[in-house]
Structures are given as C-alpha cells and as structure tokens.
C-alpha cells in the first residue's frame, strides 16, 4: 500500500540519519556537508538495489540479520560516488592501515554488550536512541541494508586484478623522481624586459585583427565620454614605513621625475598589477575598485600629461598622470590604443619567456648548470629591458625566472599543477633516462613555461612489489570493485529515470537547485 510504504521510507530515512549523525554532528555541521541528501541518496541508491535483488532472487534470513545486530553491526547506504569519502567522514566503517578495510563501507557499531555478553536490553536501548525505532522495526531495516549489500556484493565479486596491472599500479605510484627545474613566468618579461613600440603594436593589430575587434567589443561600454584615461603607480608602506612617511615619499617622487619618465617609474616602483604594462589603467572607473572616487577627484582639472599629486586611499598612496579624457571623438582610438598596448605587451613576453626557456635549454645542452645559467640569462635579459641591468628591481622580483629543485613526486603527482600540453608534465620527466638529462623543449603552463632536469630518479622494483603482493592486489582490487559498483549504480539510477529529492525532508541548496534527474524517476 503506497501510503504504508511513503511512511516506512520517511521513518527509514530519519533512521538512517540518526545512525549518520550518531557521532555527535550538530545541525550546522550536518547542513554545511548535506548530510540529508547524502542519506537520502543513499536510501534511493539502495532502492534500485532492492529491485535487484528481488530480480536475482537475493534475500537475508532471520538469522543473519540476528547475528549482526547481536555484534551490535547495523548498516546505512551510503552513495556509490562517494561511498569511502564519507564512511570515512562519519566513521561508518573500520579503519584499517590504507583507509576502510573491505567490507565495512557504511557501517556503524552499537555498544549492545555487557561483560562481553549480548544484552538484549541494552540492545533495545541503543537502537531507540541512535535511530528513534523499535528494535523490530529496525531489524526490517537492517534486513533491507544487508540484502542491499549482498548485491553489491556480488557486483564487487566479478572483478578480477591481475598481477601485471597491479605491478603497474603499484610503478605508478612508487615510482619517483626528483627534478631541477627553472620556472619562466610571462608577467616578468611584461615589467622588466618588453615594452613595444608602435611598431610591434601595429604589427600585432594587423595579424590578430579578429582577436582585437573581439576585446574592443567587449571593453567599449567601459568606455564612456568624460572618464579619465591614466596610468598609475601605488605605493605601499615599506619595512616600518608609517603613513606619513610613505605620503612624503610620494611626494618627493613626484618632484623627482619627468611625466615622461611615469612608464619607467611605473614598472620600478608601482605596487599595482598594471606595473606591468608602465602603469597603464585604462579607463579610470567604478571598475577600479575601492578609491577610485578619490583618484577621479584628484585628476579632474588636470589636463592630458600632468601628474596629481599624491591620493591617499585604502589600497595606498597613488600617482597619476593623465592620458588623455573620453570624448565622443576619440574613444574608438583611446580604447584601441590601450588594448593594442596591453595584447600586444603579453603577446612580446610569451615570445620572449620562450626564448628565454630555449636559451636556458641551450645552456643544459652545453652542460653548464640550470642555476648560474638561470640567473646569467636574467641579467642578459633585464639589460635588454626598459630599466636596464644596474639596481633593476627584476633581478629580486618575486616572478624572475629562477632555478629550484622539486620534492620527490609520482607521474601522478606533478610539481607544476599549472602546466598545460597533450603530453603531461610528469610523464615527460619520468621519460628521462639519465642523472642531467632534461626535457627538450619547454613545459608550456598557463603562467609561462618550466625547463626541466632530471635529478634523480627511484624506480619501483619487482623485487620490492613482491614483498607487499597480497596487500597490493586486494587494495587495488577493492579500488576497481568501488569503480564498477559505481558504475553499476549509475546505470541503475539512470535507467529508472533519475532521483528527486523532496524538499520538505532535503532542503535545496542555498543559490542553487536541490533537484536533479528526469521526469518519472524516484522521488526520496
């Protein structure tokens, strides 16, 4: 009768979340991690499982169920996606020396003993508290999760490992390499080596004419007449600095320097991420961000090349030299110039980081060291820069390009989680074959480029794979039983249409829909 049964799956799934939440989860603790959709997933999950067990002709007996409630094991279903993340979060399985030990996803143990003897009332006494039902009642339930089980059970069973996939598992994860490496990053070659000229811009716009029509689309309605084009340079207190004495610094730097020599100072001493195009802004608007009112105010009645003098705001002291001011007649060439400017200045530093990463594989050709050559072809390339070569502010930058050794890692585990390319970063090291051999080319990531060198390198053996066979075999065994039990599950789920959850019972995400699935699925 669908009203008893509506009834039952309610009262099974406040169950289920007292034996979840048992560990002593407080309310705020259990809506942060979804703990009633993960119950109530869970309870669907086992559902499809059910319908599958009464396919294959699979039930539990009387005395089965007995015999685990009287060890006081009691089970939940937990999602297939994340079954061992979250038996693991909520303590329901048995901790062994790699995670759950096989068997006991979703399993919750109930002191049900006294003096090492089954003690009905107690029993009786824990059941009620942990999940609010009569013992009979929750026998049923457990009736139901062990016959769940067994299915899965029985999925698990057909997989099979051999032991030539569990030595290359086991090489994968053993094995380990240790690399110089030199990392090139792009926005320093943007500050301190490339500044192009008009003609590089013009070259740049004719060749990538879609890219910039594309960027001009995009930025004209950041463009309006009357907004202040400028360049900035933001101080910041230095060392024990205080605010009066980083105001008459900028001052003094006011006094000091030629409008016409902004661009450098810019990339010298700005704070600000446009230091690396020579201070540019762009248009000075609300997009700015915080102060932005006060540098409006403070340029208002400056004409196109003088500098303001200098703005305190929250992010530190500004100066400002002004471009030029939106009007009708000029936005197009204003906008155009600036991103022109700007596109063309990282498109200079990418050419440049690579040449950079070919020159410093060059030197490893030649068999000169990764270091002193890093640090050789930076000053090669500050001197060539707009700043030049003496006290540059490059040569200690954060960013520079400068050598460095990796810790120990796998292929699976790379040093560089920002590289990018068909061929991973790890596999081409782990391709090395000898101490000082490098990678060819540079490693492309989305900051610039790596050049790397083999250091050492520690392979996994037979010899060392047979002394933990056993133990390898059944952990990757259970690993790849989860994986097709998820599988499984997934097919099973999507078949019967998809699972809703009703939100009287799961309430729906915060700035995001609770529900998920298809017309005609399960409803939980």
């Known amino acids: ?53 009464k396919r294959l002709g699979l039930g539990t007996s009387d005395d089965a169920v007995d015999a685990e409630l009287a060890e006081g094991r009691t089970r939940v279903s937990l999602p297939a996606a994340s ?31 006294k003096a090492g003897q089954f003690d009905f009332e107690l029993y009786k006494r824990m059941v009620r ?31 099979r490992v051999s032991e030539e ?29 490339v500044t192009p000229t008009a003609a590089d811009q013009e070259k ?10 594309l960027a001009l689309d995009a930025a ?46 810019a990339r010298t001493l700005s704070r600000a991420e446009s230091a690396t195009i020579g201070g540019r802004v762009g248009c000075l608007d609300d997009k700015f961000g915080p102060g932005f009112e ?32 939106v009007t009708a007649e000029n936005v197009a060439a204003l906008s155009r110039d600036f991103l022109t400017y700007k596109l063309t200045t990282a498109a200079l530093a990418q050419d440049a980081a690579r040449a950079f990463s070919t020159d410093l594989i060059a030197e490893l050709t030649a068999k000169k060291p990764l270091a002193e050559s890093t640090d050789a072809l930076v000053k090669k390339a500050l001197a060539k820069g707009p700043l030049g070569d003496k006290e540059n502010p490059g040569e200690k930058a954060e960013d520079r390009p400068q050598s460095d050794i990796s810790r120990a890692f796998s292929i699976e585990q790379s040093p560089w989680p920002d590289a990018v390319g068909e061929t991973p970063a790890t596999v081409r090291v782990f391709a090395l074959e000898n101490v000082d051999d490098f990678v060819a080319e540079p490693i492309p990531t989305r900051s610039g480029f790596v050049v790397a060198q083999l250091k050492e390198k520690d392979l996994a053996t037979r010899e060392k794979f047979a002394e933990d066979r056993d133990r390898l075999l059944a ?33 729906p995400e915060k700035k995001a829909p609770a529900t998920g699935g298809l017309p005609g699925g399960i409803t939980i």
């Open 83 to 113: 079954t061992e993340r979250n038996a693991a979060s909520f303590g329901l399985c048995v901790e062994g020396q790699a995670g759950c030990e096989p068997g006991t996803l979703g399993l919750r143990g109930l002191p049900v003993k």
């Open 1 to 53: 009768k669908k009203p008893d049964l509506e009834e039952r799956e309610v009262a099974e799934f406040f169950a289920a979340y007292g034996l979840v939440s048992s560990i002593g989860l407080n309310d705020k603790a259990a809506e942060q991690m979804r703990l009633k959709e993960t119950v109530a997933r869970g309870l669907a999950e086992r559902q499809l499982l059910l319908d599958e067990a």
């Open 204 to 213: 740049w716009s004719k060749e990538h004419e879609a890219e910039l029509k």
């Open 129 to 159: 508290v942990a999940t609010g039902r009569s013992h009979s009642l929750c026998k049923e339930m457990q009736a139901r999760e062990i016959t769940a089980e067994r299915v899965r059970e029985r999925i698990r069973s057909g997989v």
């Open 475 to 507: 952990a990757l065994r259970a690993r790849k039983a989860e994986e097709i039990l998820r599988q499984e599950v997934t097919r099973l789920v999507d078949k019967a249409g998809g699972i809703r959850f009703n939100e009287k019972y799961v309430p």
């Open 294 to 325: 006060e540098l409006v105010k403070a340029v208002a009645e400056l004409k196109a090349g003088d500098v303001s003098e200098p703005v305190v705001t929250l992010r530190g002291v500004y100066l400002l030299r002004v471009i030029d001011k």
């Open 220 to 265: 004209q309605k950041d463009w309006k007449v009357g907004c202040p084009v400028v360049q900035e340079i933001r101080l910041e207190p230095e060392g024990s600095e205080t605010p009066d004495d980083l105001l008459a610094r900028a001052k003094t730097l006011r006094q000091k320097f030629p409008a016409s020599d902004f661009d450098k100072q």
């Open 165 to 193: 996939e569990a030595f290359l598992s086991y090489s994968r994860a053993r094995s380990q390499v240790t690399a110089r490496f030199a990392k090139v990053q792009t926005s320093w070659f943007e500050r301190y080596v």
